[in-house]
C-alpha cells in the first residue's frame, strides 16, 4: 500500500521560501509508471495542480503557468521523496498544500494524497 | 487551460435518494477525467478514474460516465458517509486542472 508522508513548517513569511518534503513509502520516486505532484488548496482558488517531477530515463519537471516562475519540485532518490520550493510568497500562497502520486497509465489518476499541510503566509 | 464546470455546486439531498454531478469541460478531453471525494480536514479520494473506472474499494452505488466535454457522477442510493464535497479533474493535458466541486449536504 502506497503512503505519502508530507513535512514542512506550517508558518512562512512573506518573500520567504515555502518548502515541503512528501517522503513516499510502498512505491519508488524513480518509478517509470508514476509522477509526482504537487497540489494546493484555498477558499479563493479552490483545487490547484501546482506541478510535478517524474522519470522516464532522465528526470521531468512541469509546472502550472500561475507559479512556473517561483516553483522547484525536485526528487531526492536517497530518501525516497519529493520537494516543493515556492519561492517569494505573498499572503495569497496561504492554502492546504498536499503531495499526490500519479498513475501514468492509458490515462492518469491521482491516487493516494498526502495529508495535507496548512501553510500560512503572515509576518 | 481546460477548464471545468461543475453542476450543481451544492446538492441537498436524503439518505437513499439518487443523485447526479455534472461536471463539463472546456473542451474536448475524451475520457482523461477523475472524480475525487473530499470530507472535512481530509485529503481527497479517488472515485473514479478513465472517467467510468470505479477505483479499487470503492462501493458500487458510485458510477461515473460521459467522454468528450460531458461527465456525470452517479451515487445510486445514498449513504450517511457519502455527505461531503465531490471534484472532477481532468488529466487531458499536464496543466491540470479541477473542477469547483460540489458539496452534497443531508436534506
Known amino acids: 500500500q502506497v503512503q505519502l508522508q508530507q513535512s514542512g513548517p506550517g508558518l512562512v513569511k512573506p518573500s520567504q521560501t515555502l518548502s515541503l518534503t512528501c517522503a513516499i513509502s510502498g512505491d519508488s520516486v524513480s518509478s517509470n509508471s508514476a509522477a509526482w505532484n504537487w497540489i494546493r488548496q484555498s477558499p479563493s482558488r479552490g483545487l490547484e495542480w501546482l506541478g510535478r517531477?517524474?522519470?522516464?530515463?532522465?528526470?521531468?519537471?512541469d509546472y502550472a503557468v500561475s507559479v512556473k516562475s517561483r516553483i522547484t519540485i525536485n526528487p531526492d532518490t536517497s530518501k525516497n521523496q519529493f520537494s516543493l520550493q515556492l519561492n517569494s510568497v505573498t499572503p495569497e500562497d496561504t492554502a492546504v498544500y498536499y503531495c499526490a502520486r500519479e498513475i501514468a497509465a492509458r490515462e492518469n489518476w491521482f491516487d493516494p494524497w498526502g495529508q495535507g499541510t496548512l501553510v500560512t503566509v503572515s509576518s | 487551460d481546460i477548464q471545468l464546470t461543475q453542476s450543481p455546486s451544492f446538492l441537498s439531498a436524503s439518505v437513499g435518494d439518487r443523485v447526479t454531478i455534472t461536471c463539463r469541460a472546456s473542451?474536448?478531453?475524451?475520457?482523461?477525467l477523475a472524480w475525487y471525494q473530499q470530507k472535512p480536514g481530509k485529503a481527497p479520494k479517488l472515485l473514479i478514474y478513465a472517467a467510468s473506472t470505479l477505483q479499487s474499494g470503492v462501493p458500487s452505488r458510485f458510477s461515473g460516465s460521459g467522454s468528450g466535454t460531458e461527465f456525470t457522477l452517479t451515487i445510486s442510493s445514498l449513504q450517511p458517509e457519502d455527505f461531503a464535497t465531490y471534484y472532477c479533474?481532468?488529466?487531458?493535458?499536464?496543466?491540470?486542472?479541477f473542477g469547483q466541486g460540489t458539496k452534497l449536504e443531508i436534506k
Open positions: 479533474q481532468q488529466l487531458n493535458s499536464y496543466l491540470y486542472t
Open positions: 473542451q474536448g478531453i475524451s475520457s482523461y
Open positions: 517531477t517524474y522519470y522516464r530515463s532522465k528526470w521531468y519537471n
